[in-house]
């Protein structure tokens, strides 16, 4: 039987997701949506590290600028909120950089600007 990598954290992750958009719809910022998904997780006991800063790092030298993820859930699941008509191959390349600056194997991108439903992509390294 072949599973997904974290299936049951995604899955809880996505629920709650799900939940924010059927009760906000699109239309809202980014901000909205990360405050709401926010309450959404605690309220699930997903824990989460809301837009950790991570070092990145060039020849085993941290340098600067550092990134925030939006959202790290379960220590292992960086999970990047956009609000737009249309993902694009910019916010999937976002993601993959934070999984190669990190030791993080699966980002989440989510889209809660799409209408008329909510898109969510997993981005495995």
């Known amino acids: 039987m072949n599973r997904f990598l974290f299936e049951k954290e995604t899955y ?3 629920g709650a997701c799900f939940e924010v958009y ?12 990360q405050a709401c998904l926010e309450i959404e997780l605690a309220d ?3 824990p989460f590290q809301s837009q ?13 600028p550092t990134f925030k993820p ?17 993902l694009g191959d910019v916010h999937r390349a976002q993601v993959h950089n934070y999984l190669k600056s ?3 194997r ?7 600007g799409h209408y008329p ?4 992509e997993r981005i495995i390294q």
Request: charge should be negative; charged fraction near 25%; aromatic fraction near 8%.
């Open 12 to 14: 809880q992750i996505r």
């Open 22 to 33: 059927r009760e906000k719809g699109c239309g809202f910022l980014e901000s909205v949506y």
């Open 44 to 46: 699930s006991n997903v």
């Open 52 to 64: 950790p800063e991570i070092r990145i790092s060039y020849k085993e030298r941290n340098i600067e």
């Open 70 to 86: 939006d959202l790290i859930c379960f220590g292992s699941i960086i999970v990047e909120l956009k609000s737009v008509t249309a």
């Open 102 to 104: 990190t030791d993080h």
């Open 106 to 112: 699966l980002g989440l991108l989510v889209n809660f």
């Open 117 to 120: 439903k909510l898109e969510i």
